[in-house]
Protein backbone atom coordinates (compact mmCIF):
# COMPACT_ATOMS: atom_id res chain seq x y z
CA UNK A 1 0.00 0.00 0.00
CA UNK A 2 1.29 3.41 -0.99
CA UNK A 3 1.24 6.26 2.06
CA UNK A 4 2.02 9.88 1.80
CA UNK A 5 2.10 13.25 3.52
CA UNK A 6 -1.27 15.22 3.07
CA UNK A 7 -0.89 18.38 0.95
CA UNK A 8 -1.15 21.59 2.09
CA UNK A 9 -4.52 22.09 1.19
CA UNK A 10 -5.96 18.99 2.21
CA UNK A 11 -4.53 19.66 5.87
CA UNK A 12 -6.30 22.88 6.04
CA UNK A 13 -9.69 21.11 4.40
CA UNK A 14 -9.84 18.45 6.75
CA UNK A 15 -8.40 19.77 10.36
CA UNK A 16 -7.73 23.52 9.62
CA UNK A 17 -4.13 23.57 9.86
CA UNK A 18 -0.99 24.12 7.89
CA UNK A 19 2.02 21.74 7.53
CA UNK A 20 3.97 21.45 10.76
CA UNK A 21 0.88 22.31 12.93
CA UNK A 22 -0.45 18.83 12.64
CA UNK A 23 -1.34 17.51 16.27
CA UNK A 24 -1.07 13.87 16.29
CA UNK A 25 -4.74 13.13 16.77
CA UNK A 26 -7.44 11.64 14.60
CA UNK A 27 -11.32 11.53 15.38
CA UNK A 28 -13.19 12.09 17.34
CA UNK A 29 -10.62 15.54 17.65
CA UNK A 30 -10.57 15.63 13.55
CA UNK A 31 -13.68 13.37 12.87
CA UNK A 32 -12.54 14.00 9.04
CA UNK A 33 -8.87 12.13 9.24
CA UNK A 34 -10.01 8.38 9.72
CA UNK A 35 -6.49 6.85 10.28
CA UNK A 36 -4.17 7.17 13.35
CA UNK A 37 -0.93 5.57 12.88
CA UNK A 38 1.11 5.29 16.10
CA UNK A 39 4.30 3.67 16.78
CA UNK A 40 4.72 0.70 18.89
CA UNK A 41 8.14 1.82 20.39
CA UNK A 42 6.52 5.52 21.30
CA UNK A 43 5.21 3.44 25.17
CA UNK A 44 9.19 3.06 25.47
CA UNK A 45 9.18 6.65 26.45
CA UNK A 46 8.28 8.59 29.09
CA UNK A 47 7.06 11.51 27.61
CA UNK A 48 5.67 12.41 24.32
CA UNK A 49 6.18 16.18 22.74
CA UNK A 50 4.31 17.74 19.79
CA UNK A 51 3.07 21.08 18.89
CA UNK A 52 -0.33 22.49 19.53
CA UNK A 53 -1.62 23.31 15.88
CA UNK A 54 0.60 26.11 16.77
CA UNK A 55 4.61 26.38 15.77
CA UNK A 56 4.89 28.46 18.96
CA UNK A 57 3.27 25.94 21.05
CA UNK A 58 4.16 22.78 22.20
CA UNK A 59 2.37 20.04 24.69
CA UNK A 60 4.41 17.24 26.82
CA UNK A 61 3.04 14.36 28.08
CA UNK A 62 3.32 10.85 29.30
CA UNK A 63 3.51 8.63 26.75
CA UNK A 64 0.93 6.35 28.61
CA UNK A 65 -1.43 9.33 29.19
CA UNK A 66 -0.99 9.86 24.86
CA UNK A 67 -2.05 6.90 24.25
CA UNK A 68 -5.15 6.50 26.68
CA UNK A 69 -5.82 9.93 25.13
CA UNK A 70 -6.24 8.80 21.20
CA UNK A 71 -7.47 5.97 19.62
CA UNK A 72 -4.78 4.40 16.90
CA UNK A 73 -6.27 2.36 14.05
CA UNK A 74 -3.06 0.96 13.59
CA UNK A 75 -0.13 0.20 16.10
CA UNK A 76 3.12 -0.57 14.06
CA UNK A 77 6.55 -1.09 14.42
CA UNK A 78 8.31 1.68 11.92
CA UNK A 79 10.38 3.30 13.85
CA UNK A 80 14.05 1.96 14.37
CA UNK A 81 16.56 2.53 17.32
CA UNK A 82 19.20 4.89 16.34
CA UNK A 83 22.56 2.72 16.44
CA UNK A 84 26.40 4.21 17.31
Request: aromatic share 10%; hydrophobic share 45%; glycine share 4%.
Amino acid sequence: KKMRFAAPEEMTALAGVVPGCMPPFAAPVFPDIPLLIVSTRLSAFATVGFNAAYHEKSIVLSSEDYLSAVTPTHLIDYSTQKVG
